[in-house]
């Protein structure tokens, strides 16, 4: 069982930047891709960043040159640098951990999410 805690979400004023980060409560050995997805009031859930285990990214159209997604192997952790925010990147960001267990089987694992809000 793999559990996810995200923390640095927080109010921000247009522009400026935060920095989130998930912590896995173990060492994720098998192959994996670990993202970020975002959820606004009214919306469905939607799948913001990925990296693979090798460290492939890949991003929606409306967050790219502004979100990064990285991951820190040895410290099981991952991040989202979130710069020039804007009001519509308001959501729950959750981390999500997509793990293949045995060959084509995958399982996925949440966190519980943070708030974050861009308004001035």
């Known amino acids: 069982q793999v559990q996810l805690v995200e923390s640095g979400g927080g109010l921000v004023q247009p522009g400026e930047s935060l920095r989130l980060s998930c912590a896995a409560s173990?060492?994720?050995?098998?192959?994996?891709?670990m993202c970020w997805y975002r959820q606004a009031p009214g919306n469905g859930r939607e799948l913001v960043a990925g990296?693979?285990?090798?460290?492939?990214?890949d991003y929606i159209d409306s967050v790219k040159g502004r979100l990064t997604i990285s991951r820190d192997n040895a410290k099981n952790t991952l991040y989202l640098q979130m710069d020039n925010l804007k009001p519509e990147d308001s959501a729950v960001y959750f981390c999500?951990?997509?793990?293949?267990?045995?060959?084509?089987?995958?399982?996925?694992?949440w966190g519980q999410g943070t708030q974050v809000t861009v308004s001035s």
């Open positions: 999500n951990a997509q793990i293949e267990m045995e060959q084509g089987q995958w399982t996925y694992y």
């Open positions: 173990v060492r994720i050995t098998r192959p994996n891709v």
């Open positions: 990296i693979t285990s090798a460290g492939r990214t």
